[in-house]
């Protein structure tokens, strides 16, 4: 895989389950990849366009995860700091529907909301709009070396310079080479199941806990962000094994 976008290939589609929520709903491989397409469509109608940053609301959960993968499969970088104010140049913020009083876009900046239908007539309704879009994947000319995280704020033991949650961008080629050696280290298979406790915020885990289950075939369990967590955790349970959970050490997500 060269891009984040080729964890949508048609041919990927089956019925083995690819996410597991933290409200514990099941999507099939087929599933996540059709709606991520739509989700790549609104997007799309709402403004997103290669390069133009798309924020996300951090909290995992169906409708992040799908703005995060149609966004990439765009070649729109997301971020996942809305709460910390519109940035201008945002192209669209998405936020739980909760949240959207509190959020003012910035001129030019396309606010949808999810959870809820909007209260203000120009935010989008996302549900909505993604039940009745077009599930085609568009085209994108995006490249390995072209970011798909813009800059998110966050921990880690590496600094800003992307190598963890720091401030630097991230591109698609650092986080799959990341989620690669998650896969490789842990011999990721269909039927391993990869627990994400924590929010998508920090690249590492998102490289461990979504995109290396996902790549794999594997499934990606959304167990929620925890309560007093100082930093997210990512297990994987294989496949029949009894043994219980084993923890990953998330990866340094650096350009090579």
Not at 217 to 232: C, I, K, M, Y
Not at 234 to 250: A, H, I, W, Y
Request: hydrophobic share 35%; aromatic share 4%; glycine share 14%.
């Amino acid at each position: 895989m060269d891009v984040v976008g080729d964890l949508l290939a048609r041919d990927r589609r089956s019925s083995d389950i690819a996410l597991v929520t933290p409200d514990g709903r099941e999507r099939t491989y087929r599933d996540l990849i059709t709606n991520a397409y739509k989700a790549a469509n609104v997007l799309r109608y709402l403004g997103a366009r290669e390069g133009s940053t798309v924020a996300v609301e951090p909290a995992p959960g169906f409708h992040t995860t799908l703005a995060v993968l149609g966004a990439a499969g765009l070649g729109a970088p997301v971020r996942f700091d809305p709460a910390t104010g519109i940035e201008r140049g945002d192209r669209v913020v998405l936020v739980d529907a909760a949240d959207e009083p509190a959020t003012e876009p910035a001129p030019g900046t396309s606010l949808a909301v999810f959870g809820g239908p909007p209260e203000r007539p120009e935010t989008t309704h996302w549900e909505q709009e993604l039940w009745s879009e077009n599930p085609g994947m568009p085209p994108s000319s995006v490249g390995p070396d072209d970011p798909v995280l813009r800059g998110t704020a966050g921990g880690g033991p590496d600094g800003g310079d992307g190598a963890s949650g720091g401030t630097g961008d991230v591109s698609h080629r650092a986080l799959l080479g990341a989620a690669a050696s998650v896969a490789d280290e842990r011999g990721l298979e269909p039927g391993d199941e990869v627990v994400l406790r924590g929010d998508l915020s920090d690249p590492r885990a998102l490289a461990a806990g979504v995109v290396a289950p996902l790549a794999a075939g594997a499934t990606a369990v959304l167990a929620g962000e925890g309560a007093g967590a100082d930093a997210p955790t990512v297990t994987v349970v294989r496949n029949g094994d009894d043994g219980g959970s084993r923890p990953v050490t998330l990866p340094t997500v650096r350009d090579r």
